[in-house]
């Protein structure tokens, strides 16, 4: 078993380093709020009084962080407490730029998750994990313990990397499925008959068959419960944000993906920040 020093007990760095105990690891905690601090502790974390002191002599460091800036200020602080053989890894969603400088000279691995709470409360997280096939093999059982799949993308960066394309990727699908149903209303077609039709024919998606904005054809889905997330939309207009700053940077073409982040801010700022993404139909079908 491992000593794992895990920096940012919030929403989702505290469940997963409840399951990170729960398998029979040493972990020690921190985190800057103090409100984090208590949560964790109730739920049976030790803490250290600072991050470095977290990562002192620990064979594994993580962070889970809000965004870029505070992942950037963290590891200057950590990068001279932890042993010159820990691996650490960084589990926030944050730029490309950001994970590829964090990992030059040192065994550092990008981890971004999906799966959200939900994933993080059951182990049940899929990582994308970039950096040498050597550090991931041995982040492998920790990685395990908090998620179901890991995926090594390859080098430093290409986690975050694939965690912004898929989610890109999904914020198109899903307008796109919301746009439909709209559509379908307009024209008189039943939610259930465009379901029926769809889900067995070419616009199949997830963002249809297992997260479908309308209320009936998939029960669990957050539209059936007043679109309370789930996945807010003011974490899809982040994820957005790095995915046109990543084709900026790279010199990609993402007209759909400008699109859809401008359709979420003003979904955002229309108050549908802490609702689900899927309830983006509802801004759709006001025009
Ligand atoms: P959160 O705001 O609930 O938790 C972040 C925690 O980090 C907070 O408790 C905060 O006090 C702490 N923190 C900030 N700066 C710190 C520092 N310098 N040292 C120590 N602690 C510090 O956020 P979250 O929902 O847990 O998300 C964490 C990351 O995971 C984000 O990058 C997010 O984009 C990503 N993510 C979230 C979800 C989700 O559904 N919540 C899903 C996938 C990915």
Redesign the pocket.
Known sequence: MARIGF???????LPMARNLARQGHEVLG????PA?RAAAAAAGIPLAAS?PEAASGAGFVLT????GE?VR??WAELDAACAPDAVRLD????DVQTARALAEGRRMLDA??????MGAENATLTFMVGGAAKDVAAARPILEAMGRTIVHCGGPGTGQAAKLCNNMLLAISMIGTCEAFALAEKLGLSHEALFEVASRSSGQCWSLTTYCPVPGPVPGSPANRGYAPG?AAA?MV??LGLSQQAAAAAGAHTPLGAAALGLYERFVAEGGAGRDFSGIIEMLRRG
């Not at 921190?30 to 709020?33: A, G, K, R």
């Not at 589990?91 to 944050?94: P, Q």
């Open positions: 920096i940012g007990l919030g929403n989702m760095g921190f985190d800057i709020s984090a991050a889970m962080l809000p965004a505070h200020a963290a589990c926030s969603t944050v971004p998750v999906s799966g959200g709470t996945f974490l982040k994820d």
